[in-house]
């Protein structure tokens, strides 16, 4: 009976593993800002990859006229959104109000 037990937990660790390596493979993204000009601005739920950070926790990306910067983010208390991009060292912030739920995309 323990062996059955033990195959089992070890089956269902298996597959809760796949299943966070899936999500985390698959990034979504949660809210996107387009301005007049089509400068768009999408943030994602994966972590941020940039190493020189340590307090801005989300992965962000701005694309403006065809090329895409990747960056990161994080939601201040008082509603505004943080990024940084490490390619140029570019420093944001856009309150979260220009954001709108990203579905469908």
């Known amino acids: 009976m323990k062996k059955l037990i033990g195959f ?25 800002s387009v301005d007049s000009a089509g400068t768009t601005v999408t943030l994602y739920t994966d972590k941020c990859s940039v190493e020189a950070v340590s307090n801005v926790f989300y992965r962000v990306t ?13 939601i201040s208390n008082a509603g505004i959104v943080l990024m940084y991009f490490s390619e140029d060292k570019t420093v944001a912030a856009a309150p979260v109000q220009v954001f709108r739920p990203a579905t469908g995309i």
């Open 8 to 32: 089992w937990l070890l089956i269902s660790a298996v597959v809760l593993a796949s299943a966070l390596a899936a999500n985390t493979l698959r990034a979504e993204p949660i809210a996107i």
């Open 62 to 74: 701005w694309t403006e006229r065809g090329k895409t910067f990747e960056g990161c983010y994080t």
